[in-house]
């Protein structure tokens, strides 16, 4: 019997082949459509309603509770900068577990956006010999400093520029978001950020239903899925309806301060203006947006 | 000859209408200026007066029943000498660190109006607005306090500020922060199965 080998039987047996495996792969529509979604930013306004009204249903079903998923695009005039005192910072770590409860962060595997490194007083600031997991009875400890890291919200962002597929970017109001559905999981840019900041989600993460914060913003705090990098977005969800990040509102020091950098009578500016302050690794011209400075 | 006349008058009609429109809209741009005057003080105003508006946000942190002080110090002889307090006031006068060697609550505290504080002038002073207490030796803690550095501020970066006083983070009394127990550490990556 002679074997068919046309173009046509080809094209038959692969369409039929793919209907098939997504039929037995127990794909639904709702799943389909979510892989097949495009990236965050080419999408039209009536697309980002849509799909946000979809999470918000998958999130009910998942965690019991109504939820919002905001996508409020950047406030026009508008570019986000944070200070911090380190001269007030006691390493208390408060601000670790605001911003976990704030933006959902996976408790197991865990996940801390914001690290607070100890260190001798006496050394400077000598990031290489830091200590992230001190744990005296109390703090400040004598002799020692405390210096939290996140994502610096660099001008100059190389996260954003090495990655192959576009899933994170700057905003206009100057935040570097990531878009988790289009995230490919390839990690590039933790390997360019110089601080530390990107957290890849190895496992499934896991926020328990009566901890999850259902006010979310779309690039912000909303659920990760295993396999996706995330960071600080400074509260996103918070600074876009003018509310302050979450961490400078726990903070029990005041050591964190935050505002528009565009407008001269923001706290901010008055710290640029009056304060010294500095930016971490500045000889690498990733130009931070998040400054520190010695208030005493 | 009537008709025509009438005529160039309707013709002459738009351009009359529209100089007056113009005479008008300068009169107005004249006028423009001193309404919009006001307005600018105003915002001037309460650009001012937001600071207090900021700073009026809780009430001072007063022990339960402590307050008004006059309730008790009514009856009793004002007693100006510095001395350590037994009875009343005791657990003040033990913890008391707030350059302990030159200074007693009557500094402070107005010892015939006993339910106000008191300025180094001799000017009273609500409890309400003690900032400007503190602020007489700490200037420039003050002034870093005013436009939101020293300090913490809660509410909106974009609008509405709210402020805590000086003694809602430091003890009046014994002013220097305490220590606190720190949140736990994050997990070290050997300890995780």
Redesign the interface.
């Known amino acids: 019997m002679k074997k068919e080998n046309s173009r046509r039987t080809f094209f038959k047996n692969i369409s039929l082949a793919t209907f098939s495996a997504l039929a037995l792969s127990g794909c639904d529509m709702k799943a389909l459509k979510e892989f097949l979604q495009q990236n965050f930013r080419t999408l039209s306004k009536k697309e980002k309603d849509d799909i946000v009204k979809n999470l918000q249903v998958q999130y009910k079903e998942t965690y019991g509770k109504e939820f919002h998923v905001s996508i409020e695009p950047a406030m026009e005039g508008v570019l986000f900068g944070y200070a911090l005192d380190l001269s007030r910072c006691i390493g208390c770590r408060k601000c670790v577990y605001a911003c976990v409860g704030e933006n959902n962060q996976s408790r197991d595997p865990q996940i801390h956006w914001i690290q607070v490194l100890e260190m001798e007083k006496d050394k400077g600031i000598d990031l290489a010999h830091s200590n992230v997991h001190y744990n005296p009875d109390k703090v400040p400890e004598k002799g020692k400093s405390y210096f939290p890291v996140a994502c610096q919200q660099c001008r100059n962002p190389q996260c954003t520029t090495v990655c192959p597929v576009k899933a994170t970017w700057q905003e206009p109001d100057g935040i570097v978001v990531v878009d988790y559905n289009w995230c490919i999981g390839c990690r590039y840019c933790m390997a360019a950020c110089p601080y530390g900041a990107r957290h890849f989600n190895w496992g499934e993460p896991k926020v328990p239903s009566d901890e999850i914060n259902t006010e979310m913003h779309y690039l912000g705090n909303r659920p990760r899925m295993k396999g996706v990098v995330e960071k600080c977005t400074f509260c996103i969800q918070r600074v876009r309806v003018g509310k302050y990040p979450s961490c400078v509102e726990i903070c029990p020091v005041g050591a964190r301060k935050f505002g528009n950098l565009l407008d001269p009578e923001s706290e901010i500016r008055y710290i640029l203006e009056n304060k010294r302050v500095f930016v971490l690794k500045q000889e690498l011209n990733t130009q931070p947006k998040f400054y520190y400075f010695f208030g005493i | 000859m009537k008709d025509k006349h009438y005529r160039r008058i309707l013709f002459q009609l738009p351009f009359v209408a529209l100089l007056l429109f113009l005479l008008c809209y300068c009169n107005q741009g004249g006028k423009k200026e001193p309404t919009n005057s006001p307005e600018q003080s105003d915002s001037v105003s309460t650009k001012q007066s937001a600071l207090s508006a900021e700073n009026a946000i809780e009430l001072p942190p007063f022990t339960d029943g402590i307050f008004p002080c006059s309730e008790c110090h009514a009856d009793l002889v004002p007693n100006p000498t510095k001395r350590d307090l037994v009875d009343m006031h005791d657990d003040i006068s033990a913890m008391f660190d707030h350059d302990k060697e030159n200074r007693w609550c009557t500094d402070c505290h107005d010892l015939q109006y006993r339910d106000s504080l008191k300025l180094a002038s001799g000017k009273l002073l609500d409890f309400k607005e003690s900032y400007k207490l503190c602020g007489q030796c700490h200037g420039e803690k003050l002034r870093?306090w005013k436009?939101?550095?020293?300090?913490?501020?809660?509410?909106?970066?974009?609008?509405k500020k709210e402020y805590l006083l000086c003694v809602h983070?430091h003890n009046p009394h014994t002013p220097k922060?305490k220590?606190?127990?720190?949140?736990?550490?994050?997990?070290?990556q050997e300890d995780?199965n």
């Open positions: 870093d436009v939101g550095v020293h300090g913490k501020r809660t509410g909106f970066w974009n609008g983070c922060f220590q606190l127990t720190p949140e736990p550490p994050p997990i070290r995780i």
